[in-house]
């Protein structure tokens, strides 16, 4: 794969994931310093806003940044690292060494990182539930708060089959 090309699918790729607390992309952030591709390999520099980033969260951006170029074709050696957090050094050699969330903290990390990408989905979802019923409530100024439970979310009607036997359809 070319080195733009490269350069290009690690962006996307990029875009991708997301900063657990905030539930935006960490491009759309600003959090990806710069990225580098060349000859199939991949370097990206991350900095987060503050240098006391909680270390789990910043280990999970991290992590999934360097899962995401990884699952890149043509991608044969991937580099994330973290600039400029106070866990930078510990975060950066676990990385590198694919040593996995309690690899690196090792006794430090009290909880799995799934548990915690558990939490952040339920989090996010919650998140979103809230900006999908302000909107309706923004969209509707009659409908009361009190009546939410009330709203029923309704898939559009299926359309019906196609009479030509040959039409192709998602509908069963």
């Given at each position: ?20 607390e905030l539930d935006e992309p960490i491009t759309d952030l ?63 050699r676990g990385l590198a060494a694919d040593a996995g969330y ?6 430090e990390a009290e909880r799995d990182l799934e548990d915690l ?56």
């Amino acid at each position: 794969m070319w080195a733009a090309q490269l350069g290009a699918a690690a962006r996307a790729a990029l875009d991708t994931v997301y900063d657990p607390e905030l539930d935006e992309p960490i491009t759309d952030l600003g959090f990806v310093r710069s990225l580098t591709a060349d000859d199939g390999r991949i370097t990206v520099h991350l900095r987060l806003p503050t240098s006391f980033c909680s270390p789990n969260f910043a280990y999970l951006m991290a992590s999934d940044a360097k899962d995401a170029l990884s699952a890149l074709p043509g991608a044969r050696e991937v580099t994330v690292l973290l600039d400029d957090h106070h866990d930078s050094d510990l975060i950066n050699r676990g990385l590198a060494a694919d040593a996995g969330y309690r690899g690196t903290f090792g006794h430090e990390a009290e909880r799995d990182l799934e548990d915690l990408r558990d939490v952040f989905r339920r989090k996010a979802h919650t998140a979103a539930m809230e900006r999908a019923l302000t909107a309706l409530l923004r969209a509707r100024p009659g409908l009361a708060e009190e009546r939410l439970g009330d709203v029923l979310l309704m898939l559009p009607p299926i359309l019906p089959r196609p009479t030509r036997p040959s039409s192709i359809s998602c509908v069963p």
